[in-house]
């Protein structure tokens, strides 16, 4: 019975273990081919002068030192120089110039990698700060048109979140003491006393703790160290409950030590979790640490650079750790941008890039793997810290730079390796052949990155056009195939172009983000559609926001009421005839800042019709709505325009006799005199390729007329002074600017294009 007894268990002892080998086989096999699990963190405002693995000196970082020693440590990490500009480019995985609106706003047609993740088949998770939604308050200009347009927390592609900053900028409230929290679609209740840190890395760390069928990927933009510099409950004056919203610097280095703690509870816990290998853990930041904060690597002080385009406002700390992938103490002085976490995470979760997705990083995987890797040895920063309140004293920029030189795209040139604050500009003699090649190719790889071909170029008469349009000025063709293209607004609202396709009856729209689109069809003549005919020209908004049409086919001027879809708009006539007689055909148009408005009426889209009226001119309608003829002896009235103090009208004569603009005195509402030519255009259209009369007007903010006329758009002074030509040398209709007087659009023939005027600043 004992031999029995002993066979028996001997003979279990072995199947056991026979069942223990084959359960462990199994789970050695599922946690080979599981995806590993992702935790990618931005920090807030913190340059890598700050860390102690980057030879920083001011800060204790214990735990963000481990990682780097564990880990690899990018040397050569760069950030946009303000928050948003980052933010949008580490989620998109594009440059700024492809997807760029507002500061605070991501456009929410946009796809985030919480997008591709989710698509991948991870649990996503995003807990820290947003802030992409709507930034500026409500009686910041322009603010209407942007406030809430932005993509909401709920729909950036993460299954769970908990975020501060998730709608309007007065809405915030605080991201550290009694935090403002918005969690799964509710605000978080009774966090007085609560610190935001604190609630965000608890919340990421329950996250981490219930997933059991899915890998995660965890994306945490930490709210520290942004200002306002509070104490963290690790600060002694914490007990003072009246003092933790205190705002000063001297906190800055609990912020700092408090950062690191969080660090190193979430890698607690995942090895608590047991998951700690299979998980990939990436650092990284917004941009440098903020100007008021000065640290110290070794004996140097280094001033923090946020907002700046100097390398103390961009070079930013980078780390990667990964147990069961990265070897120890790695270091890498590959280039590393926003753009490649997104390409990263992809290749790490095993996804290849979609088809229709375009990313312009590049995975540091290979690099992270100790694998030799082919990649670019540059990197490219296209910044716009605008529109958006408290932005005004930064400036846009673009730039190319390696370890040591750094081109902008206005062309300063720098030694950065030994003039890092770029107070000397480089300037190179006839022996300096190597670096005229680097600086050869910097030009040509900003060149490459242009989002549009470029097309004409920019004719300067005076010096004073410098200062109207930068030397750097491109002129971008943004989208062609028009039949002949007309009367340009721009809709604030929307932050769009609508222009007229005058043949086609069409009028399309065009904004940056989505490119071209058919905005409505028919657009000016609203009869017989198997008709052929003339449809809108000009266009204009009203004090509401209106668009009011010069509707050529149905030869009058009418807002439109509504625009249920393209096919079908609802027009409301605001003027048809004078004196019981049909208009010619209403050609351009434009409001005073009383909301009375001016326009011309010639006859060029009569065709063989003979004119009800008997001559063509220029009238001026009243906010009331009586209509009074300005004058009826321009042979062929077009382009109109008020000065900004509503004393002078200019009115575009294209008749080929006598090229001109006239400017009349306005005396009163209704009553102009001083007829005079402003400007003769005869001998510009004699020597001109197109043999063009003056057409559109637009009056920038300084009073400078900008023409459509011969040879593109001329640029004359208030005193009627030629200062140079946007030459296009194709007959061009007219212009327009965005509301923040930045861009210039101009209808020319089949061509959109697009003159940014001040592309830099220094």
């Known amino acids: 019975m004992k031999r029995n007894i002993i066979f028996y268990t001997s ?6 273990g026979l069942f223990l080998i084959s359960c462990t086989t199994k789970l050695t096999a599922q946690k080979e081919n599981t995806k590993p699990n992702i935790i990618l963190i931005m920090l807030d405002d913190l340059g890598s002068e700050a860390i102690g693995t980057y030879g ?39 440059y700024n110039f492809r997807n760029w609106e507002a500061f605070g706003i991501l456009n929410k047609k946009q796809k985030t990698f919480g997008h591709l993740m989710q698509e991948a088949g991870y649990a996503t998770c995003m807990v820290g700060k947003w802030q992409l939604q709507s930034y500026d308050p409500e009686d910041y200009p322009g603010a209407e048109y942007r406030r809430g ?9 993460f299954d769970e979140y908990s975020m501060f900053h998730a709608f309007h900028t007065e ?16 605000y978080l209740e009774n966090t007085k006393g609560k610190y935001g840190p604190d609630i965000f890395s608890d919340y990421l760390n329950e996250f981490v703790n219930k997933q059991k069928d899915k890998p995660f990927f965890v994306y945490y933009p930490m709210a520290l160290t942004h200002d306002p510099f509070s104490p963290t409950p690790d600060s002694d004056i914490w007990k003072n409950e009246e003092r933790r919203l205190d705002d000063d610097p001297i906190y800055f280095k609990d912020m700092v030590a408090y950062s690191d703690k969080i660090i190193g509870k979430i890698i607690k816990n995942l090895e608590e979790k047991g998951i700690r290998d299979e998980t990939l853990i990436l650092i990284y930041s917004d941009n440098g640490t903020h100007q008021k904060i000065t640290s110290k690597i070794g004996d140097k002080i280094i001033q923090g650079g946020k907002g700046l385009t100097t390398e103390n406002g961009i070079k930013v700390p980078c780390i990667a750790n990964w147990p069961s992938v990265i070897k120890e103490g790695m270091v890498s002085n590959e280039f590393v941008d926003a753009i490649d976490f997104l390409p990263t995470l992809l290749e790490v979760s095993g996804t290849p890039i979609p088809n229709n997705f375009k990313t312009d990083g590049e995975s540091l995987l290979p690099i992270m ?3 030799p ?37 206005d062309g300063r040139f720098y030694d950065i390796e030994n003039d890092s604050s770029e107070k000397d500009t480089l300037i190179l003699s006839k022996n300096d052949k190597e670096v005229f090649k680097i600086k050869k190719r910097f030009k040509k790889i900003i060149d490459s990155l242009k989002k549009y071909p470029s097309f004409g170029f920019i004719e300067r008469l ?36 609508l222009f007229s396709d005058v043949p086609e009856n069409k009028m399309y729209q065009w904004n940056d983000i989505d490119g071209l689109s058919l905005y409505m069809s028919p657009s000016g003549y609203t009869g017989d559609n198997k008709k052929i005919t003339k449809g809108s020209n000009g266009l204009t908004l009203d004090s509401d926001g209106n668009l009011i049409i010069c ?31 049909a208009f010619n055909s209403p050609n351009d148009l434009v409001y005073d800042y009383n909301g009375n408005l001016y326009f011309t009426d010639p006859s060029f889209g009569l065709g063989k019709k003979k004119s009800a009226i008997g001559f063509n001119g220029v009238y001026f309608l009243s906010k009331g709505g009586k209509l009074t003829l300005l004058d009826k002896t321009i042979q062929a009235p077009n382009g109109i325009a008020v000065s900004h103090d509503n004393k002078t009208l200019y009115v575009a004569d294209s008749h080929k006799t006598k090229p001109s603009i006239w400017a009349y005195d306005i005396i009163k509402d209704g009553k102009v005199k001083n007829k005079r030519i402003f400007f003769d255009a005869t001998k510009l259209r004699e020597k001109s390729i197109d043999k063009q009369s003056p057409d559109g007007i637009k009056i920038d903010k300084n009073g400078n007329l900008f023409l459509a006329g011969p040879g593109g758009v001329l640029i004359i002074s208030p005193s009627g002074k030629h200062l140079g030509t946007i030459r296009t040398d194709k007959n061009t209709g007219n212009c327009e600017f965005t509301d923040d007087g930045r861009f210039l659009f101009i209808t020319c023939d089949d061509y959109l294009l697009r003159v940014n005027l001040r592309p830099y600043a220094k």
């Open 149 to 157: 347009t932005g993509m909401k927390v709920e729909d950036a592609g």
């Open 373 to 409: 890797i082919k990649r670019r040895d540059w990197v490219y920063i296209s910044y716009n810290p605008k529109p958006g309140v408290g932005k005004d004293h930064f400036h846009p920029a673009e730039f190319v730079l390696n370890k040591k030189y750094k081109l902008y795209g």
């Open 462 to 497: 005076d010096p004073s056009l410098d200062t109207i349009i930068s030397k750097h000025a491109r002129i971008d063709l943004v989208a062609e195939g028009f039949n002949w293209s007309e009367g340009p607004v721009w809709q604030p609202k929307g932050q769009k172009l």
């Open 171 to 186: 809405d915030k409230g605080s991201r550290f003491a009694n935090p403002t929290i918005y969690q799964n679609g509710a």
């Open 56 to 94: 920083g000196t001011s800060y204790n970082t214990p735990n963000f030192d481990k990682l780097a020693a564990t880990g690899i440590q990018f040397n050569q990490a760069y950030a946009q120089p303000l928050c948003t500009p980052s933010r949008i480019k580490i989620m998109t995985g594009k």
């Open 551 to 581: 509707q050529v086919g149905d030869r009058r001027i009418s807002k439109l009421v509504s625009l249920k879809d393209s096919l079908n708009p609802v027009f409301e006539s605001i003027t048809t005839n004078y004196k019981g007689n």
């Open 369 to 371: 793997k100790g694998q």
């Open 11 to 16: 003979t279990f002892a072995i199947l056991f």
